[in-house]
C-alpha cells in the first residue's frame, strides 16, 4: 500500500489538545488520521489505539456495539498519560463499508450474530487491512506501543508489518444490554480478549 502525509493541525477537544495528523492512500484515495499527544518520538513505547471507523457507534452514539465506547475511553486515557497515539483508520464495518454494515446489521435484526451477517453478505468476517499503520508511525517517529485492544488478531497483524507491541492493555468498556449478543460473538468467534457477563446492567 502507498500512503501519503498531507497535513497536520491542532485539535482541540474535551480529552486534551491533540495534534491531528491527515494521511492518504494513493490510488484509493481514502484517507486516515492519527491524533498525537506529547512527545511521542523519544524511542518509549507509546500508549495507542487502532480505531476502524464506526459511525453509528463514534458519531451516532450506537449501543449495538462497543466502538464509541472504546474511542472515548482510549482518548481519554491518552489524555490522562499525557502521551499517546491514536490512528483513526477509514475502514468501516470491519472492512465491508456504511451500506453493507446496514445490510448486515438488519440481518443481525432477525437473528443473524455479526460473524454470520458478513457471512450471508458474501464477506469475510473481518476485511480489515492495516498496512497502512507502518507509515503512519514511521513518518510519526513512533516504534514502540502499548496497544488498547482486546483482539489478538490485530496484535498479531500489527507485528506483521513490524510494529513492536510491547504490551496489549485490555480496552473493556461499554458492555449493555444491546451489544451482549455482539460482544460475546466477537469472543467466541473472532477470538477478541473480554469478559462478557450474563447478567444485564442495571
Request: proline share 3%; hydrophobic share 35%.
Amino acid at each position: 500500500m502507498s500512503i501519503r502525509y498531507v497535513a497536520s493541525c491542532r485539535l482541540p477537544t474535551p480529552f486534551a489538545v491533540f495534534d491531528m495528523h491527515g494521511f492518504e492512500e494513493e490510488g484509493t484515495g481514502k484517507e486516515h488520521i492519527a491524533l498525537t499527544l506529547g512527545d511521542i518520538g523519544n524511542g518509549e513505547p507509546v500508549l495507542a489505539r487502532t480505531h476502524s471507523e464506526c459511525l453509528t457507534g463514534d458519531a451516532l452514539f450506537s449501543m449495538r456495539c462497543d466502538c464509541g465506547y472504546q474511542l472515548k475511553e482510549a482518548l481519554r486515557s491518552i489524555a490522562e498519560e499525557g502521551r499517546g497515539l491514536l490512528l483513526y483508520l477509514r475502514q468501516e464495518g470491519r472492512g465491508i463499508g456504511l451500506l453493507n454494515k446496514i445490510r448486515a446489521y438488519h440481518l443481525q435484526d432477525q437473528g443473524a450474530d455479526t460473524v454470520e451477517a458478513n457471512e450471508q453478505l458474501g464477506f469475510a468476517a473481518d476485511l480489515r487491512d492495516y498496512s497502512m499503520c507502518r507509515y503512519m508511525l514511521s513518518h510519526l517517529g513512533i516504534s514502540k506501543l502499548r496497544l488498547m485492544t482486546n483482539n489478538p488478531r490485530k496484535v498479531a497483524a500489527l507485528q506483521s508489518y513490524g510494529v513492536d507491541i510491547v504490551e496489549r492493555v485490555p480496552l473493556q468498556v461499554g458492555l449493555n444490554p444491546h451489544n451482549r449478543h455482539y460482544l460475546a460473538t466477537k469472543a467466541g468467534k473472532l477470538g477478541h480478549m473480554m469478559l462478557v457477563s450474563h447478567q444485564d446492567d442495571d
